[in-house]
């Protein structure tokens, strides 16, 4: 009986072990994924922010062409009714 206790002790202090172990790489994967999550929102939260600021310079850029081209027409309207 002893015998029979002690190989049953042995196999599942075998099986706890694996499972440890299957917890434990379980773990490393999850902190693995987190981290690569983290790192993809911050990637995107600045191309986000790139894209923002592409738009707002494109904004600033058509909004300077159309003072300028507002400009021209301004003038031009005064030498005609010159």
Same mark, same amino acid.
């Given at each position: 009986?002893?015998?029979? =206790?002690?190989? %049953?002790?042995? &196999?599942? !202090?075998?099986?706890?072990?694996?499972?440890?172990?299957? /917890?434990?790489?379980?773990?490393? +994967?999850? $902190?693995?994924? %987190?981290?690569?999550?983290?790192?993809?929102?911050? &990637?995107? $939260? =600045?191309? +986000? +922010?790139?894209?923002?600021? =592409? /738009?707002?310079?494109?904004? %600033? %850029?058509?909004?300077?062409?159309?003072?300028? &081209?507002?400009? $021209?027409?301004?003038?031009?309207?005064?030498?005609? !009714?010159?």
């Amino acid at each position: 009986i002893l015998a029979k =206790h002690k190989n %049953e002790t042995k &196999a599942l !202090q075998g099986m706890l072990r694996e499972i440890r172990m299957c /917890r434990d790489n379980l773990a490393r +994967q999850l $902190q693995a994924t %987190e981290r690569k999550l983290l790192s993809t929102k911050y &990637a995107l $939260q =600045h191309l +986000q +922010q790139l894209n923002l600021d =592409h /738009r707002l310079l494109e904004r %600033e %850029e058509l909004t300077l062409r159309l003072a300028k &081209a507002t400009s $021209q027409l301004d003038d031009k309207d005064r030498r005609i !009714q010159v």
